[in-house]
T-cell receptor, first 108, second 115 residues
Framework: DAKTTQPTSMDCAEGRAANLPCNHS???????VYWYRQIHSQGPQYIIH???NNETNEMASLIITEDRKSSTLILPHATLRDTAVYYC?????????FGQGTILTVHP | KAGVTQTPRYLIKTRGQQVTLSCSPI?????VSWYQQTPGQGLQFLFE???????NKGNFPGRFSGRQFSNSRSEMNVSTLELGDSALYLC??????????????FGNGTRLTVT
């Protein structure tokens, strides 16, 4: 199963872009990268996923490097409500392996 | 559309007992997967059910089992509870099997405490 590595914590000022990196150097050709976030006492919330190309939706953008060994989640204008644990996950043929995630703290 | 519903929200059990947790997926979703979340191990995959059949399984002992009904609702059972089974148990539903890359929608979990 592909493993992911993320920084333990990051800070961001409200209104600025938050760029969360993830390393998944052992990813295989058909394995998608997913991002979820979890706010205390709630279940994880889906943000975005992709295979090769960059993806954008109403919540965020996902930038995947050409060799697919790493990706970056971009929250374009972070708000205080974006404070959460962010998980980068690889879908290994139906098994999702969650790492410890990145604690993102958005400051006023 | 109603989200994923897990019941009960909190549960306290004694070592050696068994417990059954319930998960109702989003209407129309046929896949239900289960996860255990603990401070030490993080989120770990337990198993996935699709069309009443177990499709995938994580590395947990046989004390952890599940099933899925024809209406896609799923139950998870843990027998002979151990202190280490204390955790937040999350279920997630999706419209297709997890391996087919539809996004998962999680419930808010059942907090199990074993004393």
């Amino acid at each position: 199963d592909a493993k992911t590595t993320q920084p333990t914590s990051m800070d961001c000022a409200e209104g600025r872009a938050a760029n969360l990196p993830c390393n998944h150097s052992t990813i295989s050709g058909n394995e998608y990268v997913y991002w979820y976030r979890q706010i205390h006492s709630q279940g994880p919330q889906y943000i975005i996923h992709g295979l090769k190309n960059n993806e954008t939706n109403e919540m965020a953008s996902l930038i995947i490097t050409e060799d697919r060994k790493s990706s970056t989640l971009i929250l374009p204008h972070a708000t205080l409500r974006d404070t959460a644990v962010y998980y980068c996950i690889v879908n290994s043929y139906g098994k999702l392996t969650f790492g410890q995630g990145t604690i993102l703290t958005v400051h006023p | 559309k109603a989200g994923v519903t897990q019941t009960p929200r909190y549960l306290i059990k004694t070592r050696g007992q068994q417990v059954t947790l319930s998960c109702s997926p989003i209407s129309g979703h046929r896949s239900v997967s289960w996860y255990q979340q603990t401070p030490g191990q993080g989120l770990q995959f337990l198993f996935e059910y699709f069309s009443e059949t177990q499709r995938n399984k994580g590395n947990f002992p046989g004390r952890f089992s599940g099933r899925q009904f024809s209406n896609s609702r799923s139950e998870m059972n843990v027998s002979t509870l151990e202190l280490g089974d204390s955790a937040l148990y999350l279920c997630a539903s999706s419209s297709t099997q997890v391996r087919d890359n539809s996004p998962l929608h999680f419930g808010n979990g059942t907090r199990l405490t074993v004393t």
